[in-house]
Each structure stands twice: as C-alpha cells, then as structure tokens.
C-alpha cells in the first residue's frame, strides 16, 4: 500500500476507532495549546500579526488569541504563531516537531465556522497530529537535519487533514488537499531565534486551512503529491522511506502517545540536560557555579544545529543555548518561567564566563531525548549527569505538571481553563475559541 493511501485511510479514521490513551493525549495538548496561546498574546510577534489580521479585515468567523474574530485562514496563522510565540508547548521526537501548534489553530478556526463540536476538534487534531509523526518518520534524519523545520512542514500536511476532516472532505478530495499541501507546505530552521520561527508554525496552520478549503470548493492537485514523482517526499529528503513507521498501524496504538510536554520555556532539545543538572542539584545542593570548574556535555548532534548557540544576543536566543541554560540552571535561576529569559540575561558577566566553560559534544549512541556527561568540580572531582526525556509519566503527574505550568504562565486563569476543559464533550468549537483570551 502506497503512503499516500495509508494517510487517507488514517485521516478517514471514524471517532470510535481512535485510541483512548492517544485521546487522552490530545485533551492535554488541548489545554497545553490554549495555555501556551494566552500566554503568548503580549509577545511583540503576536501583536503585529493581529495588526495584520485587523489590516486584512474579511468574515470573522474564527477566534484569535488576544484579538478579534478573524476570517479562518487568518485566524489559524495568528494562533498558530502566537501559540509557538514562547516555544513552551509540545514536542513529538518521532520526528522532532510541535504538532500542537501548527494542528490546533486550524482545526479551531475551521470547526468554529463550520459550528463543530469542541470533541470534533480534539479528534481531527488527533487525526492530523498522528499523520503528521508518520509523514515525518517517512521524510527521515535528513529532512531535519538539512534545515527543514517540520512542524512547518510535516505538521502543514496534519493541519490540512484535521481542517479536511473537519470539513468533511470526500477520499478524493482529500487526496488533492495533500497534494496542494505538498506544494505549500515550507518552513526552514534558519529562522531559529527569531520571529520566523514561532511564524513557521502559524504558516502550517495557515497552509492547512487553505489547502482544505480549496479542495473542498473542488480545487484539482496532484494524485500524489505526497511521495509520487516530484512530490514533497523525495523532493525534500534524500530517502525517503514512505514504509517508516508503520510497525504500529491504526487504529491500535498511535504514536501520538509518545508527545512530550515543556516544563521549561526553551527548546526541548535542552531539556534533558535541565532536567540531568537538576537531578545533579537535589542531590548535590551545594553545587553552584562557584562549585563547577567545567561542564562536559554529550547530546544528539541533531541538537547542535538547533540549540547550541555559543554567544545568544537576545533572550530569544538563550532559549537555543546550553552554554548559557547550564549556567542558568547551577545559578538557580528558574527556567520554567518565560519571563527569566529577558535581554539582560544574555549579556549577565557570570553566565558568560561560564559559558566558556561548557564544552557540548555530539554523540551518536545519545537520543533526541537523552542527555549524557559530567561535571567536573573545583575539588577536582567528576560527577556523572545523565537523563532521558522517553520514560512515559503517569497521567496524574503529566496532569499536576501541566497544571502547574499554566499557573506559572496564567496565575488563577489557568485552573479555571482547566476546569472549564472539563466538560470538554459538552462544548462547541465556538466554546473553545471563548478560551483564547479574545
């Protein structure tokens, strides 16, 4: 069976057939995607994108996070890039990328116009995240590692399956609304640390919305744009392998599950090493930056074109630099907040003395989600650090995880979107759209 009909008979999935742990899954990225979103409406990026939406005017019939209703298109390109705007919101390492943010802003937008129900969303969402992984599995390392970034890319075809899905489209047209994605889908790495990258993601739910739509008003495409001759698979990557992730065909077990939440607000590349040198401090509570001669870290070298920034001029960039989170992390200073990560920080005298004291090594037995290395004492004594992001964490703790961090990011109205989720099978998409802060 080709890849292009595995997707379409994933995306034609009916609601009973999806997995309940994969669901279970998608309400939290729900609720992580709506806390990420509001916190993000006061970031410079997000006001001049709703300048932009205001300028363009139209049908609004879809909420935007802070701002007015604005036409669905739109809408999902505001949302989406506001809601990335912190980079403090999900990541799936199957492929590396943030199905959230580039998936939810178009099945809202879309769901909201077509007056779909709040449980409609979370479902195509799911639907589209988990094509999204599998296409990203097929386009493989390479894509990634050239400088694709793939929540653009990848998660462009998983926004125009979950827009489609909610617009019902027949097999065929959605066929040719992954065909016109292959030719719109784009986002490059280059763009990291600026406000390029969190507009990768608004672009992708942008492009979903789009590409669905005209195929529903009977737009034509190519049969398979997805991975036939010249199509987005072999165009993008140098093998494709379009059987990639398949072991586990649905419905049965999605790869969806596997989506990790931040708990700091930088790339999730760093993440490992926080949480290694976090361990390292509990158990050490005397390590300080004073106390550490020298950090020897080893990590996926896929990371080193991400987030190994030696010398960040902004706090943007510090978000994408181990050098300078290492000393954040021995300092105490808190990296689950996103207001730590201001301009001053990254010209602070002692972070950058030490920075120089980090060596960062890519290792290829270490995973995406691993972190591997030492620290090297003023005794002259060597400490192991090490974590690994994979362990699974029970629901109860993902749940109090993630409902701390929107108190950290919303205070009192964090809880109250919580317990307003719910009632989620209750609620409308126009419900939903209510939460963004609008």
């Not at 406000?195 to 993601?201: D, I, L, Q, V």
């Not at 195929?215 to 165009?235: C, E, I, N, V, Y």
């Not at 059987?243 to 708990?263: N, Q, S, V």
């Amino acid at each position: 069976m080709s890849l292009i009909d595995r997707i379409l008979d994933l995306a034609a999935l009916p609601a009973g057939a999806l997995p309940e742990p994969a669901l279970a899954m998608a309400r939290f990225s729900l609720f992580d995607w709506l806390v990420c979103g509001r916190a993000g409406i006061d970031e410079p990026l997000s006001g001049k994108l709703r300048r932009l939406a205001e300028e363009e005017a139209g049908n609004g019939t879809a909420s935007v996070f802070g701002g007015a209703p604005a036409p669905a298109r739109t809408a999902a390109l505001v949302n989406g890039a506001t809601s990335h705007a912190l980079d403090y919101d999900d990541t799936h390492f199957g492929h590396v990328g943030h199905p959230s943010v580039a998936i939810f802003p178009a099945a809202l937008a879309v769901a909201e116009e077509a007056g779909a129900s709040a449980s409609a969303v979370v479902e195509a969402f799911l639907v589209g995240a988990e094509a999204s992984v599998r296409i990203g599995m097929a386009l493989g390392a390479v894509h990634y590692n050239r400088g694709f970034h793939q929540t653009a890319t990848a998660g462009a075809f998983g926004a125009t399956i979950a827009a489609g899905r909610i617009l019902g489209l027949s097999r065929a047209e959605m066929r040719a609304a992954i065909g016109l994605c292959a030719t719109r889908a784009s986002g490059l790495k280059s763009q990291f640390g600026t406000m390029g990258k969190p507009y990768n993601a608004g672009i992708a739910a942008s492009n979903g919305v789009e590409c669905a739509r005209l195929a529903k008003l009977g737009f034509t495409s190519a049969d398979d744009g997805l991975a036939g001759a010249q199509g987005f698979l072999p165009t993008h990557s140098d093998a494709p392998d379009p059987d990639a992730g398949w072991d586990r065909p649905p419905p049965g077990t999605f790869f969806f599950e596997d989506i990790k939440y931040k708990l700091h607000a930088c790339c999730h590349g760093t993440h490992a090493m926080i949480e290694a040198l976090l361990t390292a401090r509990r158990e050490r509570p005397d390590l300080s930056l004073d106390s550490v001669e020298s950090l020897h870290l080893r990590t996926s070298p896929r990371w080193l074109a991400v987030c190994d920034i030696k010398a960040p001029r902004t706090g943007l960039e510090v978000k994408f630099s181990y050098n300078w989170l290492a000393g954040m992390v021995l300092s105490g200073k808190d990296t689950a907040r996103d207001d730590t990560y201001s301009d001053a920080l990254a010209a602070d005298p002692d972070l950058a003395a030490f920075a120089g004291q980090v060596t960062v090594e890519g290792d290829a037995a270490v995973t995406d989600m691993q972190a591997e290395g030492f620290l090297k004492l003023a005794d002259g004594t060597q400490l192991p650090i090490s974590h690994d992001l994979g362990r699974r964490l029970p629901e109860a703790e993902l749940a109090a995880g993630l409902r701390n961090k929107s108190r950290a990011l919303l205070g009192d109205d964090g809880e109250i979107l919580w317990q307003g989720l719910e009632g989620l099978a209750t609620l409308s998409a126009r419900d939903l759209g209510r939460y963004t802060g609008a």
